[in-house]
C-alpha cells in the first residue's frame, strides 16, 4: 500500500522515528532476583520471555517489588511502543506495542520505551513500519554483535526512516489490517478444529 521506505516510490514525508516522537527511547528497570515475588503482590514486569509483537498476555507476566519513584519512572502507558534492544541477532529489534494495559506495568532493562506525537502517526501504524522486513533490516546493520548476542542503542532505533502518510491512508492500513487479523484468527480456528478431528480418526481406526 505504500511501498519501501528506503526508495519511497509514492513519494510520502520521510522522517527519522525520532523527529515524531513525544516520548524519546529510554532503557527500562533492572531488578536483582530477590525482587522478583511469586504470591500476587508487586507490579507487573515485561521481560524476553513475555515479548508478543501484538502486546503481552498480561496475566502471566511475572511481578517485583518497585518504589513509587520505579513505577513513574518505568511504567508503561497505552500507546507506548517497547522495542528489544538486546538478544540474539534474529530477535533483537523486535517491536511491541501496549494496548488495554490493566494495571501499571515496567518494562525490563534489555528494552526501551517510546511514544509516538499521535497527532502524526497511530502508534500501531509505527509499531507495523517498526516490524517491517525493512525494519529489520536496518536494525541487523547497526547492531553491536557480540558472542551470542547483539544490541542497538537509543540513537539506531531514532535513526530509522519512517514513512508519515496522512492520517486517513494510516486509518485505511490498520482497518484493513484489523480485518486480516480476524480471518486468520478464524482460519486458525479451522485448522485446529480439523486437527482434532483427525487425532480423534486417527486413535480410532489405529489406535
Known sequence: MFGDPSDNSRNYQVVSIGEILSVQPSNGLYKPQKDYVTDGSGVPIIRIDSFNEEGPNYSALKRLNCTQKETEKYGLRDGDIVVNRVNSIGCMGKTMLIDHLPEV???????????????????????????????????????????????????????????????????????????????????????????????????????
Not at 485505511?172 to 486437527?195: G, H, M, P, T, W
Request: no cysteine; charged share 25%.
Open 105 to 207: 506495568v515496567v518494562f525490563e532493562s534489555n528494552m526501551m520505551r517510546m511514544h509516538v506525537e499521535e497527532s502524526t502517526m497511530f502508534p500501531r501504524f509505527l509499531r507495523h513500519q517498526m516490524t517491517s522486513d525493512y525494519a529489520k533490516r536496518y536494525f541487523e546493520s547497526h547492531a553491536k554483535k557480540a558472542i551470542g548476542q547483539a544490541s542497538i542503542n537509543q540513537a539506531d532505533v531514532k535513526g530509522l526512516k519512517v514513512l508519515v502518510p496522512p492520517y486517513v491512508d494510516q486509518k485505511s492500513f490498520l482497518d484493513f489490517a484489523a480485518e486480516v487479523d480476524k480471518s486468520r484468527v478464524v482460519v486458525q480456528k479451522q485448522i485446529e478444529k480439523l486437527q482434532t478431528l483427525y487425532d480423534s480418526l486417527a486413535q480410532e481406526y489405529f489406535g
